[in-house]
Each structure stands twice: as C-alpha cells, then as structure tokens.
C-alpha cells in the first residue's frame, strides 16, 4: 500500500514567514500591504481593535475571481506572474495564520463575491465558505487577524504600524510615485521626507541606460537621520526594498538620505521581494551606473574620506594591477563575470566565428569590443564576454560553438586606490566614481600586514574578497581559491 506525504502546515508557514528579514508582525503589514498594491488598490485602511486582539486590512483593489480565491487558500499557490508583483507569492495574511486564532478573507470582483474563515484545527489547517460581513463597498479585499500571541498584539499599535508603512511604503504614498493612500485607524499615513531648513545639499538626477530613465534624489542634511531613513532607497513600485549605499565609505552615513525609483528592477527581485538578485546582469548594471553617479556626488560635496596622498605604494601597486589584469583575463575567471569595471585595455578576446577553429560555451553576460572582425580600426564592435545584457562567449573545449581568438581592446581590469578611513571597518571597497577599489589603509588588517611585509598579499585578499561580494556566500570560497590559483599560475610561469 502507497504511503502518503505528510506536510507540516506550522512548520511551513514559519518557514516561510522566517525568510523576511523582520519580525512576524513587521511582515504580516508589508505582506498585506504589498499585495493591495499588487492589486491595483489606491486605498487601503488598517483597523486594530481590542489592543491589537483583532487588526483589518480592506483595500479597493480589483479583488479576486472565485479561482484565485481558492488557490489563495493554497500556501504555495501562485496566483501572481514572476516579475509583476512586489508582494510574496500572494502570503499576505496567510504569514500570519500560525499565530492567529482565525483569518477572515472577504473580497469581491467584477465576476465573483465571497468570504472565508481559516485556521488551525490541531496540527491541521482547514478553511470554509462563510455569510460576508460587507466589509467592501465596491471591489476590493478586506482580511480581518484575530491574533493569538499576546507578545505580537502588544506590537501591534496604531504608532508602530505607522512606522512600518512609513518605513517601507513611504515613496508609495508620494504623489511623485502615485496616488496610494494607507489609513491606519481612519488616520491618514503622510509619507516622511526631509525639510528644506534640514538639507544641506540635494541632486535630484535620471541616470539614463539601456533605453531606461531611472529617477534619482541623494540628499545630505544637517543633522543625523532615523536609521530608517539612511542610506538610499531602492524603491520598486513604491516600495522601499532596501536602503543602501552602493558601498561607499561616507564620512557621514547618518546624513545621506534618498531614493531611486528603480521599477525596471522588480524582474530581479528575491522570492520575499526584500532584496534584489546580485549576481545578474541588470544588477551590476544598474549599480555600474547609478552607483557611480551616487558615488560622483559624495564625491563632489566632501562627504568621502580623503585619498591616501603616500605616492611609495604606486609602483607596487602598478604590478599588481598588471597582474590582475591577467588573472581577469583567464578564460576560467572571465566565467565568473567579477570585474565590475570599465577601462579598456587589449587583451585576446574569444569571438564567435562560423570559421573559427576553436570551441567555446555561450554564457550570460556580453559586451562589444572596438572595431569588427577583421580589424580594430573603423566597425561597430564584436559581441563577447562582458556585463551587459545578453549572451557572450568564452574558450570551452567541450563546447560547441566555433569561436577564433582577437586582439582587442575591451572593457574590464581592476584599479586599486587607498583612503585613511579610521572609522570604517570594511578593509576595501568599490569606489565606483573612480572606478577603483579601495584599501582602507588605517585599517588594522592593512597595518598589521605593512609590518610584516605581508602588504601584497593583504590588497590581494582584499581584491578577490570585495570582487566575490556579489556571489552567493557558499561559493565565495571557490571563488577566492580559484583566484588565487590563477594569480599563483601567472607568478609562477
């Protein structure tokens, strides 16, 4: 007799709700939030009754059709399209059910009315077609949690749920971004900015690339900031998905505020829509140019540590770079897709040829070199290996496409620079208004390695450590053996 699979719903539920990067009660509002937004809701009014024993989210949204209201009680449904949604595979509410007493779900659409009530029966979860309360005037949904967890009602507060909108759907309530309203206890939230007497500098600026328009505003106050107001917004449909600093060293970090509207990103959002895929093509794009244009401006109003102006390191500093070219330059290491620059230097470029007498692999990620294939004078380019969009090619004897090797010159090579920057505990970073990385020269690893004559070896670890920040963290030692091999094998030849 077959077996059948058990599923622990519990176990699932928590599971799932612990890949937020917050608290449960934080990602019951962003989640419920995030998918009246995905809705097409303009309104949404958050109640909380009995000090947060019971809390209603109803939005005006296009609601839901009687087969997405019953695949919303799947907890892996997917009632949402990939790359068309901020909100977590539709969890909404469902985060919430292992610490609820029930879920009450009303909606209505243009085909289709009903109501439901969830919740746990002992370790089963189990859902019924109930009478509506007539929460929804129009279209929309409307969920009402009776919380179970007497911890999680105590944070459940009419000032810390506005703080957890403001905080992640501040942009959203903006007119410059849309015409969302969020009432928490008929209260309307007012999206947060810095007043003009507070600014000491602002640069609102497009940064155009690839067809794109992306909308910037970094600005510099005169006094320290919320924590959750500093750094830079990356805002997707309204919502702020993270704030960063494109990982520069700032002499003020407390007072660097901002945001880019960067909807052209939400195809490379994670599965909980908290953070961004790093490792593609359009990631290193974009910080390739908004980073840099950040960066430039950090630079322009003194907000940067100064440069190290110790000139005895340059000629040292000159033959490694020399050396670093090269290692980018082995066909294994240009795979990896690591070098965020962008000088050109010559070097032999694989380039798909029908008469070529090599083999290579197609990957992603391409680039176009100077001149065509038959010279580097006069020509739009050849396609090859590069950070754009797009497939490129590298050496690959169990490949199979025909590829030649050329002499061209091609984007890529690392530059290092050094910063005294005491108060900064990173060892390097990527300068990208250089672009260069830079060695934190006050750093204590960089002393430490002075004094034993250990120097080239510390900006070597530094290089490979920054380059490899990007991949998954399971492989960044693979990726920093694999470096040093091909840096040991140039020496060493």
């Not at 009776?146 to 957890?164: G, K, Q, Y």
């Not at 015409?179 to 600014?199: G, M, N, R």
């Not at 900031?225 to 919502?239: N, P, T, Y």
Request: contains cysteine; negative net charge.
């Amino acid at each position: 007799m077959p077996y059948q699979t058990k599923v622990h719903i519990a176990k699932l539920i928590k599971d799932l709700r612990e890949q937020f990067p917050y608290d449960a009660t934080t990602a019951l509002i962003v989640e419920a939030v995030a998918n009246s937004i995905d809705a097409g809701a303009q309104t949404i009014k958050i109640g909380i009754q009995g000090n947060g024993y019971m809390v209603t989210i109803v939005d005006n949204g296009k609601g839901m059709t009687e087969e997405e209201f019953i695949e919303y009680h799947n907890i892996a449904g997917e009632t949402k399209t990939r790359g068309s949604s901020i909100g977590f595979a539709g969890i909404g509410a469902k985060i919430f059910l292992d610490r609820a007493s029930s879920v009450y779900t009303e909606t209505k659409s243009v085909s289709y009315r009903g109501a439901t009530e969830w919740g746990f029966a002992g370790d089963d979860l189990e859902w019924d077609y109930v009478e509506s309360r007539n929460m929804i005037r129009d279209n929309g949904t409307a969920v009402e949690i009776t919380v179970a967890n007497a911890f999680d009602r105590e944070l459940l507060t009419v000032s810390r749920i506005r703080e957890i909108v403001t905080e992640h759907y501040n942009y959203a309530l903006s007119p410059a971004f849309g015409s969302l309203s969020v009432y928490v206890e008929d209260d309307k939230v007012v999206p947060t900015f810095s007043a003009p007497e507070i600014i000491e500098k602002e640069k609102r600026v497009s940064v155009r690339y690839g067809g794109k328009v992306v909308p910037c505003v970094f600005t510099f106050t005169k006094t320290d900031l919320k924590e959750a107001l500093q750094g830079i917004a990356l805002v997707v449909r309204g919502k702020t998905v993270t704030r960063w600093s494109f990982n520069q060293a700032m002499i003020y970090p407390s007072r660097i505020t901002g945001y880019v509207k960067a909807d052209h990103l939400i195809n490379i959002l994670t599965t909980t829509k908290t953070d961004f895929n790093r490792q593609t093509a359009i990631w290193r794009q974009f910080v390739g140019k908004v980073g840099r244009t950040f960066s430039e401006w950090l630079t322009a109003i003194g907000a940067k540590p100064r440069l190290d102006p110790h000139t005895e390191r340059q000629q040292m500093v000159e033959l490694i770079e020399a050396d670093l070219r090269e290692v980018f330059s082995d066909d294994e290491i240009q795979k990896l897709l690591l070098d965020p620059f962008q000088g050109l230097f010559p070097r032999k470029t694989t380039i798909v040829h029908s008469e070529g007498d090599d083999l290579g692999s197609i990957v992603e990620g391409v680039q176009l070199t100077s001149g065509t294939f038959g010279g580097t004078g006069d020509g739009s380019g050849v396609e090859t290996i590069g950070p754009d969009d797009g497939p490129g090619a590298v050496a690959d004897p169990e490949g199979e496409s025909p590829i030649t090797r050329r002499l061209r010159r091609i984007r890529g090579g690392v530059r290092i620079n050094f910063s005294p920057s005491v108060n900064d505990y990173r060892e390097a970073w990527i300068d990208l208004s250089l672009p260069a990385i830079t060695v934190n020269s006050e750093h204590s690893a960089f002393l430490a390695a002075d004094f034993m004559g250990a120097y080239h070896y510390h900006i070597l670890n530094c290089v490979f450590d920054v380059l490899s920040e990007a991949k998954e963290e399971k492989e960044r030692p693979n990726i920093r053996q694999k470096l040093f091999e091909v840096w040991n094998r140039i020496q060493g030849r």
